[in-house]
């Protein structure tokens, strides 16, 4: 019980950290230069659909999309893209940390490192909300959405079930970001292989086999497949539940990987600054 709380106060102590660093600077530039690369993104696929295509797409493709409606399949799969890599964006705070000089003092304190993260990814899943809202309501009002009726427990249930997945993913990536103290190169190759693997653009099911096993062992995979199935095609919870279970096997994996990775490297990085 004692140890819940410690936990919980760590998070709250995150979020509100979190809270008044954004209220004193808010990131615009990064808010405009992520929300601009997704405008542009569903623009270049608007003009290719309607210019290239013709506004027409396979019957090939609408089996393994599951819609015919491809600018509604693709703002999905852009706006989810969005949602998980702003998700993702605390995968630096260790090596900030470290940056700073403050992460002798998180680690002597004995400051929970999964509780700590968990914050930080809980206000960026906040402050994603956000600026996936401002993104829908531009997408919505320019090009439009052709939506059924959305079963909102569907919706909340993949939402949740992501931010397990994604949460366990980013702190492996964390630990693999400190490791090598560079956060761009891991950040760009991760990010690129998710949107190309993982059906931001098109379905997994035109990848090569050994890319498909690879994209079903990465979080927004499943998360994409159970968001579009709630959002275009009106499915309920019960007919997202393996995508369900998948981001919890795969949250519950690579958080426990994450843990020990991410404890071994933060000794590591102890010995060598100490």
Known sequence: MRASLRLLRTVRAVLVR???VNLRAYRVSFFLSTGMASLFT???GYFLYHTVFAGRITEEFAALAGTDRYMSYLTVGVLVYL???RLLYPVRTFLVEHWEGTLPVMTMMGVPRLAYHLGCVLFSALYSAVEV???LVVVALSIGLELPAVPLPAVAAA???SFVGLYGLSLVLAAVILSVRDRVVVEAAAFSLMQLLCGVLFPVGYLPRAAQVVAEVIPLTPSLRALRAATLAGVGVG?????LVSLLVLGI???GLGGVLLGRVVGRVME???
Do not use: K
């Not at 007919?239 to 995508?243: A, E, K, N």
């Open 18 to 20: 979190e809270w008044y």
């Open 42 to 44: 569903l623009l270049i």
């Open 83 to 85: 949602f998980a890599t």
């Open 133 to 135: 809202s401002v993104v």
């Open 159 to 161: 939402l949740a079930a």
């Open 239 to 243: 007919g997202i539940l393996p995508d």
């Open 253 to 255: 994996v690579y958080t």
């Open 272 to 274: 060598q600054t100490a």
